[in-house]
């Protein structure tokens, strides 16, 4: 195990993609701590910021307020990640393997466009949580995320597959331009949730107020969302009584597109 | 004060192939002789004048509207700043900066804009003087100007022919530009232009007729480069014939046909297309008042931006993905899509095909530019690889193992043993390309021509060669060195002024204050304030 503690606060914000189990792997704390990290358009090392203990293993441990430091594990393909505190922008962006556990919320971009692996927030997720970056034709691709507390605004957006499951609320635009996979929201979605959405299901166990380009099809009892719940308590999240056996009214749209989507919301009575 | 010595020349246009000379360089230009300064020993070298690209994308608002239309593009090729250069972005749609330092490192030192709006033409400029290193012009929109057809229309040559210069001199540009003649225009009205006898909506002249008056114009002002051609039906399985009918429609008169890779496919409109080079080729051989440039396609994410609005539309409808359509008002349109061209897709290896197809059917290469229509088949990053396809026969075969086989098994590509020498290289690249565009101090070695020259170490693989120089010198400065950029410096716009009567400008006046939504004194670009290092290319 490698732990990683935070000894100076950044007064900018810290590139940290070095931080990684691939990166880590077979290096010495020493090599560990000479590796480049850009401070603001300065460039720094590692160790001018954390304290680093233990040989690298595939298991790494950061501790401390790491608001500023960005973009750790994007890309990693292997190992643990363990955040004790909050983390920055673009924690796990680009990720095809491995898990990352934050204790402590996220910051924008968390996971955006993920290709495998499993990333778990005990707190909260910011904006674009396993979104798609400006412009690009697909999000998350493959992997799982599960919010312990609420999201931003674009969670999923322009999603190819993989689950997203948040727990709390999520903002405006929630599964946006999504192209297929699954997105489930225990609390309330923000307006314009499921817009120009291509296929794919968005639950939701609160009302939402729709977009006219939805249209109410049936309401059902999906057995794949049985499924969801299943793997989702497996993983530690903890799954609101009744909403596994209870029905869902389904709408199909977005009707401005295909109309080859839904959303799901559960229904209370 | 610089002296190379022990180097091979190759510089055709004055019959200097692969000799060992000395070439001596002052006050940017190339001397006879040279007292002192430092020497460069290119023994085992190759040293060709400055690459020109004559048909690029690479200023004002359509291509920057491309760049805040692909960010996607951009996070993927960053560029950092270095001590002697500035940031940027690269990929499709480089930044002005990054444009200038890689067309730099790459040994081209002059490039043109093949399509500026003349509305459009300030922001060219401001673009222009943020481009280092290259020297750099732009071609004019005219083929779907309003005021244009209507002096045609009205059978107003004289008029013609004095607005033309006035909208020349009025926006700095370089040359004379049609777009899909006509069919722009059309498109603004829901329409096209499919063949060059169609009618104009509202204007009663044809394609034709543009093409006709306005080659007749170029060279009747006696401009360095005659009209300079985007043919109809761009794209459309069946356009060869099209093509076909532009070039006799020249009827004698000289014109440059652009990337005309993108116009020589067989078959019927919306079905799969073949390849018609062959005939095509065959015209142009036999007619020595036609030159071309390729265009030619290579496999990967590009960006497609065109003055061809229409074209856009269909390949937006074709591929689903996000476009941009502009209207600029009486003048052009504007398109611009993102386009991926695969291998394996038929249409894309067809594409492919013919370009190599047109490179190998020319016979005279004074008469072919190198050109990928940047970034419209490919980015002008990838002009080494096309150097590499001409002049390595057993590369090529190597990449037809891995392209639609269906497709290529319809082409002549796979029959063509020929390959191209370093001296052909050097023409198609270089001396060629500033013949047509009528530069005479570009594209040779001679004294008195600029001092842009291009060193590279031999090597048997052309790709390297051709993309990492070893030496190049721009004005008489070595400004790349090891493959690095060395220095930051500024190039010269060139542009033309040629003649006209002011007396046509109380026409224009009136035209622009009814139907314009600029004011006429607003319109012509300030050269003292626009072109910080502006070079008049003299008409003779």
Not at chain 1, 243 to 250: Q, V
Not at chain 2, 55 to 80: F, Q, S, W, Y
Not at chain 2, 502 to 518: L, M, N, Q
Request: hydrophobic share 35%; glycine share 12%; net charge neutral.
């Amino acid at each position: 195990m490698t732990t990683l503690t935070l000894k100076l606060q950044p007064k900018a914000p810290l590139e940290g993609e070095a931080i990684t189990p691939d990166n880590f792997l077979g290096k010495p704390a020493a090599a560990i701590a000479g590796l480049p990290a850009m401070h603001g358009n300065e460039p720094a090392l590692l160790g001018d910021f954390f304290q680093v203990d233990g040989d690298g293993s595939e298991e790494i441990v950061l501790v401390g307020d790491l608001r500023r430091v960005k973009s750790i594990a994007a890309g990693m393909t292997r190992g643990t990640v363990i955040i004790q505190g909050d983390a920055g922008m673009h924690l796990g962006a680009g990720m095809r393997g491995g898990e990352i556990k934050v204790y402590g919320n996220a910051g924008d971009w968390t996971g955006a466009e993920l290709a495998g692996g499993k990333i778990y927030i005990r707190g909260n997720a910011g904006h674009g949580l396993g979104g798609a970056y400006r412009g690009s034709r697909r999000g998350m691709n493959r992997g799982l995320i599960i919010v312990d507390g609420n999201a931003g605004n674009e969670v999923g957006a322009v999603m190819r597959r993989g689950v997203i499951a948040v727990a709390g609320n999520a903002g405006d635009f929630t599964g946006a331009f999504m192209i297929a996979g699954s997105l489930i929201v225990f609390g309330q979605m923000g307006i314009r949730a499921g817009a120009g959405l291509l296929r794919g299901s968005i639950v939701s166990l609160k009302p939402a107020e729709l977009l006219p380009t939805y249209r109410y099809a049936c309401t059902c009892r999906p057995d794949f969302l049985n499924l969801i719940y299943q793997k989702l308590k497996r993983e530690g999240m903890s799954i609101p009584d009744g909403c596994a056996t209870g029905a869902y009214k389904r709408y199909s749209g977005d009707f401005n597109r295909s109309g080859k989507g839904e959303i799901l919301i559960y229904d209370q009575r | 004060m610089l002296k190379i010595i022990n180097g091979e020349i190759y510089d055709p246009v004055n019959n200097i192939n692969g000799e060992v000379r000395e070439i001596y360089v002052d006050k940017g230009q190339i001397t006879a002789s040279v007292a002192g300064g430092r020497t460069i020993d290119a023994a085992g070298m190759v040293v060709m004048p400055g690459g020109v690209d004559m048909h690029c994308h690479i200023a004002g608002p359509k291509v920057n509207t491309a760049r805040k239309m692909r960010p996607e593009d951009h996070r993927l090729d960053p560029a950092p700043r270095t001590p002697f250069t500035r940031s940027g972005v690269g990929k499709t749609v480089p930044t002005t900066f990054v444009t200038g330092y890689r067309y730099a490192a790459m040994g081209y030192t002059t490039a043109f804009d093949a399509a500026v709006p003349p509305m459009a033409a300030r922001h060219a400029h401001e673009e222009f003087s943020d481009t280092p290193i290259i020297d750099k012009g732009f071609f004019v929109l005219m083929g779907n100007n309003e005021f244009i057809m209507r002096q045609i229309a009205a059978g107003e040559h004289e008029k013609l022919r004095h607005y033309v210069a006035w909208l020349l001199q009025a926006s700095k540009g370089y040359g004379v530009k049609l777009v899909n003649p006509g069919g722009v225009e059309m498109w603004k009205s829901l329409g096209n232009a499919r063949s060059i006898d169609d009618e104009v909506t509202g204007f009663g002249v044809t394609p034709r007729q543009i093409i006709e008056s306005l080659a007749e114009v170029c060279m009747e002002l006696r401009l360095p480069h005659c009209a300079h051609i985007h043919c109809n039906n761009l794209g459309v399985a069946g356009n060869w014939q099209t093509t076909m009918d532009t070039m006799k429609a020249l009827d004698g008169r000289r014109g440059h046909l652009a990337h005309v890779q993108f116009h020589s496919y067989g078959g019927r409109p919306g079905k799969l297309f073949t390849s018609r080079v062959q005939e095509l080729a065959e015209y142009v051989n036999t007619h020595p008042n036609l030159t071309v440039d390729i265009g030619q396609v290579l496999f990967g994410d590009t960006t497609s931006m065109t003055g061809d609005g229409p074209l856009a539309y269909m390949l937006h409808q074709i591929s689903g993905r996000k476009w941009v359509n502009v209207d600029v008002e009486n003048e052009e349109g504007c398109g611009i899509v993102p386009v991926e061209y695969k291998d394996k897709n038929y249409v894309h290896t067809t594409q492919w095909a013919i370009g190599l197809e047109w490179f190998l059917l020319i016979r005279d290469p004074w008469r072919i530019a190198l050109s990928t229509d940047h970034p419209n088949g490919a980015s002008f990053i990838a002009y080494p690889r096309i150097i590499r396809l001409l002049m390595d026969r057993e590369y090529r075969r190597e990449m037809l193992k891995h392209v639609n086989p269906k497709a290529i098994a319809k082409t002549t590509l796979p029959d063509q043993d020929r390959e191209y020498s370093l001296y052909e290289i050097a023409i198609i690249t270089r001396a060629a390309p500033a013949r047509i565009l009528g530069l005479k101090n570009k594209g040779h070695l001679g004294v008195g021509a600029d001092a842009d020259i291009t060193i590279y170490d031999k090597n048997e693989d052309k790709e390297k060669m051709f993309s990492s120089p070893r030496y190049v010198i721009k004005e008489g400065e070595v400004l790349v060195e090891d493959g690095h950029i060395r220095q930051e410096t500024y190039g010269r716009t060139l542009y033309v002024s040629p003649q006209y009567d002011p007396a046509v400008e109380k026409d224009i006046r009136e035209y622009f204050d009814r139907y314009y939504t600029i004011q006429f004194e607003n319109y012509p670009v300030q050269l003292e304030n626009y072109l910080p290092r502006p070079e008049e290319v003299a008409i003779d």
